[in-house]
């Protein structure tokens, strides 16, 4: 099994720029989460999806961030314009179906916006 | 929301020494894991243990969710137990919607 897969696994931008983060959940895994981790906050539970639905989006922190899951195999995580506080590690975590599951991490996307 | 307590926020180890870490949270949670981020960021999950006690190897768990907290612990530390040790409780119908602690970060020196 590949694991999730997240891409880029870096990213530097300028202030402004749109930036779009991908996964890749681990087949036959139906949730998805995207979290972000900084220094100052820890790690942030920003939205996640069940069966391709938005569960639960109330931490993504403004109308700047959006995450779609058009299917089963895809989702992405939009920031725009960024801006430097958005500099931080998006990690991407997927489970079973089923509602008790242990979390498998995606490597994470750091992304640095100048 | 929920509070999510880790202690000690630093540790220190000899290779070979035993510890324990401990999580408190603030309310009653139906999903409760240990994850491990290494040097290199990677996070993973070590136990899915809502209740009860786990063993893997050198690292075990136990949570006593009715006294709302959680300990892991390491046996025979090495090198490679290094890094950042996360506890992450949910709660709610879905019981996924995680709020991670602070974590705890650990040194294990040869």
């Known amino acids: 099994d590949a694991g999730v897969i997240q891409s880029p696994r870096h990213e530097v931008t300028e202030m402004g720029q749109e930036v779009t983060l991908r996964c890749k959940p681990i087949?036959?895994?139906?949730?998805l989460f995207w979290y972000r981790q900084t220094m100052m906050r820890g790690l942030e539970l920003l939205i996640y999806f069940n069966n391709n639905v938005p569960i639960d989006d109330s931490g993504m922190p403004e109308d700047r961030f959006s995450a779609k899951m058009p299917n089963a195999s895809f989702s992405t995580l939009k920031i725009q314009p960024s801006e430097p506080r958005d500099s931080a590690v998006y990690f991407c975590?997927?489970?079973?179906?089923?509602?008790?599951?242990?979390?498998?991490f995606g490597p994470g996307t750091r992304l640095l916006v100048l | 929301g929920i509070q999510v307590e880790q202690s000690p926020p630093d540790l220190i180890l000899q290779e070979g020494a035993n510890s324990t870490l401990r999580c408190n949270f603030s309310d009653s949670v139906n999903n409760l894991q240990w994850f491990h981020q290494n040097p290199w960021g990677q996070l993973i999950n070590l136990f899915y243990?809502?209740?009860g006690t786990k063993q893997n190897g050198r690292l075990s768990a136990t949570t006593v969710a009715t006294e709302r907290y959680s300990l892991l612990y390491i046996s025979s530390s090495q090198t490679t137990d290094s890094g950042v040790y996360f506890c992450?409780?949910?709660?709610?119908?879905?019981?996924?919607?995680?709020?991670f602690g602070p974590g705890t970060r650990l040194s294990v020196l040869p």
């Open positions: 243990i809502p209740s």
């Open positions: 975590a997927t489970t079973r179906q089923t509602v008790q599951e242990t979390q498998y």
């Open positions: 992450a409780v949910a709660l709610g119908n879905y019981g996924q919607n995680f709020v």
């Open positions: 087949s036959g895994h139906n949730s």
